[in-house]
């Protein structure tokens, strides 16, 4: 069993991937299914300390490329998962993931290649670790209180219920909408769960007063 913690730094897809290699997936299995994206694809891991806590950092590096709409992401997922190695019976939860960005996104249309490497990077590690063989369980995630007027807009529209979501007194973007979304149809939301295990820490990029790490407990 998988239980992530976004409850003190919130989420991103950064934070998902650095964690599951820290619990060992490989970079080479991210890397493979996504040479159909961008040949020189490069998974990026270093462990850094985050206050006293130590945490993997991870970022997939890939061409950005940007799209006039998600029926376009949508097609060249699909050629991607054709081309990778990811199980076909992982591939909805790639598409499903997609389609709750989709819903959330507002007229300012953002996302692009490197969306799609995040989505499949994450579901490639979940399944190489044989976490969808087992449950997956998340508690509420971590937002903040935003900058701006746009900013955390499509991660509220996800967030729609109360027991989803943890509100910081933190004056910034906690949790990125792709992390969000990943969560969202990875794993079931539960507020208690008494989970015991080998615990890692996914790192954000962010610095802030307090260690921006998810916690991940593997039981």
């Given at each position: 069993?998988?239980?992530?913690?976004?409850?003190?730094?919130?989420?991103?897809?950064?934070?998902?991937?650095?964690?599951?290699?820290?619990?060992?997936?490989?970079?080479r299995?991210?890397?493979?299914?996504?040479?159909?994206?961008?040949?020189?694809?490069?998974?990026e891991k270093a462990d850094v300390a985050k206050g006293e806590i130590l945490a993997v950092e991870a970022?997939?590096?890939?061409?950005?490329?940007?799209?006039?709409?998600?029926?376009?992401?949508?097609?060249?997922?699909?050629?991607?998962?054709?081309?990778?190695?990811?199980p076909v019976k992982r591939w909805n939860h790639c598409f499903a993931v997609l389609k709750t960005l989709e819903n959330a996104a507002d007229a300012e249309f953002t996302y692009g290649?490197?969306?799609?490497?995040?989505?499949?990077?994450?579901?490639?590690?979940?399944?190489?670790?044989?976490?969808?063989?087992?449950?997956?369980?998340?508690?509420?995630?971590?937002?903040?209180?935003?900058?701006?007027?746009?900013?955390?807009?499509?991660?509220?529209?996800?967030l729609k219920r109360e027991e989803l979501f943890v509100r910081k007194g933190v004056e910034n973007e906690l949790s990125t909408p792709t992390g969000v979304a990943l969560l969202l149809n990875v794993a079931e939301f539960v507020e208690n769960c008494n989970a015991m295990g080998r615990e890692v820490y996914g790192a954000g990029k962010k610095e802030f007063s307090f260690p921006n790490v998810l916690k991940v407990i593997q039981v």
């Open positions: 069993m998988l239980v992530f913690d976004p409850r003190s730094a919130g989420v991103s897809a950064d934070m998902i991937l650095g964690a599951l290699l820290g619990l060992g997936a490989e970079t299995s991210v890397e493979a299914n996504l040479r159909a994206l961008d040949e020189d694809v490069f998974v970022r997939i590096r890939v061409k950005e490329r940007g799209f006039s709409g998600f029926s376009e992401l949508e097609g060249l997922m699909e050629r991607i998962l054709y081309e990778g190695e990811l290649s490197q969306t799609i490497a995040d989505i499949i990077g994450v579901v490639t590690c979940l399944n190489e670790l044989g976490a969808f063989d087992k449950d997956i369980l998340s508690f509420p995630v971590a937002v903040g209180i935003p900058q701006t007027e746009n900013q955390g807009i499509a991660v509220m529209k996800m």
